[in-house]
């Protein structure tokens, strides 16, 4: 028996270290007119070289297949809706979900109006792309990756369309409106106190936006179905939609030559997606016509998204821009098959889809479409709760959008050489909407970029509460012109960022969003940044890995302030003694997140018992839908902001509670939890333990022995609203398991181009058996980085392989 598991182990090994890839080769290929030089420096990065951009690209598409196959096969299933294909009625209602938004038929269509560059680009870096096909065919390297063993269905050839498909993927992993509007609305239903709902769900404190409608006074008298089952789309490992509180998040700050004391202008951005393994970025330098470009790529996708080149620097932020909206379709009584609209009734148009599903029959779905967008089931984004009988619900997105030039701005982004070059690409850009921070060797400037859509000042809801379909006034007026979206250009204080925080405070149906990303980290980064008057590469570097919380410091004298160094003094062993010592600890606490503490678990678990306390006994279920503690909200009230103490209050319960009541048994709560997990000894917890950086594969990372190898933990720093943000899960056995936060790390000072820096998360590969697949992860979580240079011979030095792609003699 040992030696037969020896032979099977021996035998499992070379099968999969079959299709490890080898970098030091040199293959004839077709599809090139020159010869493409792949040098992979000491980390793995590929550095592309060739006689002109397309030879370029091919390169590129060349490099993500050696190292991401699986990872890119996997997206273009998602967003195409085939993942049943592979794994079975589990992904079937991820599949139905996008199928209905049909995001890739958009992205087919998009194809043709990108700009003659983008298409070569595009063509070019598909035909890399089958070229590593083919070679894997042709050599036998197993498959290309080791999960093809696994899950052995054919790969079609890349095609542009893909490409494309992936970035509107993006923007489904990026938008959260839709489902911020049905919780909204459920949350209205819910509360008996209308005034409670500015709490729970606030606006941001510096808005001047009036108050909106409740739901229930738009439909007067009408039933809201409660579904006993719904379809939610979100808890698989492999599905794209992420609950509202994971919907994209980012840093990127930028200084301008005279706030540098090198007179060079800086710029960092690290974007925030779900943490994979591997990562959703890849390491890329690119040398085109216009000169290097280095920086951050995604795999399947022919461009740089976050990076610089020798004279121009760009960084992306979540602009959390409302471009989705929900609206209620009043179905014809008489004839199922049509819905009102301002000019009557109107024939739903439809279209089947068939669904092949892996060991099952295959399902054959009617997508219906309105003028404004597909129609989504109720059990969808828990709809149902929120659609009256007789009713349907659509979605306008931008990223439904048939038109998406979205890739001809990124790919100009590429060649842009200045900031002004910068911000007319940017013109282009279509979905998800980004916040663009850009340096050039003289100044500054950020750009929300993206379709922003065009509402009615009208709008009965003003896009935050699902609104009737019907009337006119609620629905998009077309997208407003690329003007109207925030910019800042060369401010006079010579320092620019963005936290995901709200940019401006303009009124209705200019304001860009009701929800905003962040109203926390940014004052810790205001503070970072004034109080220095120059910056440096490390100063930045510093910031962007700064794990004082604000939040803790601002919240705990308040939930705390009548039980600091109060009560008799207490046994050992009892309740009120652990209290003590509790408060003790965090009343010598500074707010720093960090690993090696106690206090940041204490804190943690005690703001997330507090919020339970606050809205459980008045939102019931729905209270599991708020995971995560909302500062504003307990600030409004501890502080009785409106009457918001009124929370405090148990209503099932005859006493009164005080908030200061809440404090203390939440505080209970926490440490009853605290003691059964981590024990009872307080001093010698470790924020680290629970806060474990979690970066699984989503397909093997749940399969016992193997997921030792697949996934890789991390004990971590930071927290939900520190600038070295490590967002925790909110819910299950690990509330605090840190699952959200920044893959992609990147500074760069343009006083001295080539010592920027930049990292990721897990690895350049993503093979398992391979040593670049989690090489960068000790290095990610120490807060290290690797060089980011342009120079040819650095790259050369110590490079782990060369491909040499040759074009095939006519």
């Known amino acids: ?41 000491n980390a793995n990065v590929p550095h592309v070289f060739a006689g002109n951009d397309a030879d370029v690209f091919f390169g590129l598409g060349y490099a993500h297949a050696q190292d991401r196959l699986w990872q890119m096969t996997m997206l273009r299933r998602t967003v195409q809706g085939r993942l049943s294909e592979v794994f079975g009625p589990r992904t079937l209602n991820i599949d139905k979900a996008l199928r209905r938004f049909d995001l890739y038929g958009a992205a087919v ?82 509360l008996d106190d209308a005034a409670r709902l500015a709490d729970i769900m606030p606006l941001d404190p510096s808005s001047g936006i009036a108050a909106l409608p409740e739901y229930a006074s738009l439909w007067p008298g009408a039933e809201f179905p409660v579904l006993a089952a719904k379809t939610d789309t979100r808890q698989d490992p492999l599905s794209p939609f992420q609950k509202r509180a994971f919907a994209g998040a980012s840093n990127a700050w930028a200084a301008a030559p005279a706030r540098s004391a090198a007179g060079g202008t800086l710029l960092a951005n690290d974007p925030h997606l779900g943490f994979t393994a591997p990562g959703i970025w890849y390491l890329a330098r690119l040398e085109l016509s216009s000169g290097g470009v280095i920086g951050g790529t995604i795999p399947g996708v022919p461009t740089i998204m976050t990076g610089r080149s020798a004279s121009l620097g760009w960084g992306l932020t979540a602009s959390h821009m409302d471009d989705q909206d929900v609206f209620i379709e009043k179905v014809n009584p008489d004839n199922a098959g049509e819905y009102l609209t301002p000019d009557g009734y109107k024939p739903f148009v439809t279209q089947k889809s068939i669904i092949r599903i892996k060991d099952a029959d295959p399902v054959t779905l009617t997508r219906r479409w309105t003028d404004n967008g597909p129609v989504l089931p109720g059990s969808h984004y828990n709809l149902g709760h929120v659609t009256p009988s007789g009713h349907v619900a659509s979605v306008s997105w931008t990223a439904l959008s048939p038109t998406d030039t979205t890739m001809s701005a990124a790919i100009a982004l590429l060649y842009s050489k200045t900031i002004d070059e910068a911000l007319e690409a940017g013109e282009r850009y279509v979905t998800p909407s980004q916040n663009l921070t850009l340096v050039d060797q003289n100044k500054i400037a ?33 997208i407003s ?17 963005n936290t995901n925080n709200k940019t401006v405070d303009r009124p209705f149906p200019l304001h860009v969003s009701f929800v905003w ?31 004082v919380s604000f939040t803790a410091r601002s919240l705990l004298p308040l939930i705390g302030a009548d039980l600091w160094f109060t009560g008799e003094s207490a046994p050992e062993g009892t309740p009120e003694r652990q209290r003590q010592r509790a408060l003790q600890l965090l009343s010598d606490w500074n707010g720093e997140m960090s690993e090696h503490r106690p206090e940041p678990l204490i804190y943690a678990a005690w703001l997330r018992a507090v919020q339970d306390r606050l809205i459980r ?18 600030e409004r009230v501890y502080r009785d902001v409106d009457g918001a103490s009124a929370w405090c209050d148990i209503k099932l319960s005859s006493p009164v509670e005080t908030c200061t009541d809440i404090a203390r048994l939440a505080l209970d709560d926490a440490l009853i939890w605290i003691n059964e997990r981590y024990g009872s000894a307080l001093e010698s917890l470790r924020w680290g333990d629970a806060h474990q950086a979690t970066h699984d594969h989503p397909v093997l990372g749940e399969v016992p022995v193997l997921r030792y190898f697949v996934n890789i933990q991390q004990s971590t720093s930071g927290g939900d609203n520190t600038l070295l943000r490590g967002l925790t899960s909110g819910s299950g056995e690990d509330p605090f398991h840190n699952v959200h936060g920044a893959g992609y790390r990147g500074v760069y000072d343009f006083a001295d181009p080539d010592s920027s820096v930049f990292i990721t998360a897990t690895g350049q590969s993503g093979h398992f058996l391979s040593r670049h697949y989690d ?36």
């Not at 899950?151 to 839709?178: C, E, G, T, Y």
């Open 517 to 547: 990303g962040d109203t926390q980290r940014v004052h810790r980064w205001r503070k970072l940044m004034q109080s220095r008057e120059v910056h440096t590469r490390d100063s930045f570097i510093e910031a962007q890995l700064d794990t």
């Open 481 to 497: 012109p690329y003007s109207a979206n925030p910019e800042f250009i060369s401010p006079a204080g010579g320092l620019l960022g």
């Open 775 to 810: 090489d960068l992860a000790q290095l990610w979580r120490r807060g290290e980085y690797i060089p980011m240079s342009l120079d040819p011979e650095l790259a050369r030095a110590a490079a782990v392989g060369v491909t040499v792609l040759k074009p095939v003699a006519e």
């Open 1 to 41: 028996m040992v030696l037969l598991s020896v032979i099977v182990v021996i035998g499992l090994y070379f099968l999969l270290s079959r299709s490890l890839p080898d970098y030091d080769k040199t293959i004839s290929v077709s599809g090139i007119t020159s010869q493409v030089e792949i040098v992979h420096d």
């Open 617 to 634: 006994d008045q939102l019931g279920p729905l209270a599991d839908e708020f995971p995560h503690p909302e500062p504003i909200f307990i």
């Open 109 to 190: 269509k998009s194809v043709e109006v990108q700009d003659a560059r983008t298409r070569a680009a595009l063509t070019a870096y598909a035909a890399g792309v089958n070229a590593r096909l083919q070679d894997i065919n042709n050599a036998a390297l197993g498959r290309g990756a080791p999960e093809m063993f696994v899950f052995s269905n054919p790969i079609a050839p890349w095609r542009p369309a893909d490409s494309i498909a992936i970035i509107k993927l993006m923007a489904v992993q990026l938008s959260a409106h839709l489902e911020h509007e049905v919780l909204y609305a459920r949350t209205s239903l819910q």
């Open 446 to 478: 950020l750009k929300t970029i993206g379709a922003m859509p065009r509402r009615s000042a009208d709008h009965e809801s003003k896009g935050r509460l699902p609104s009737r379909g019907w009337i006119a006034a609620n629905r998009w007026q077309g």
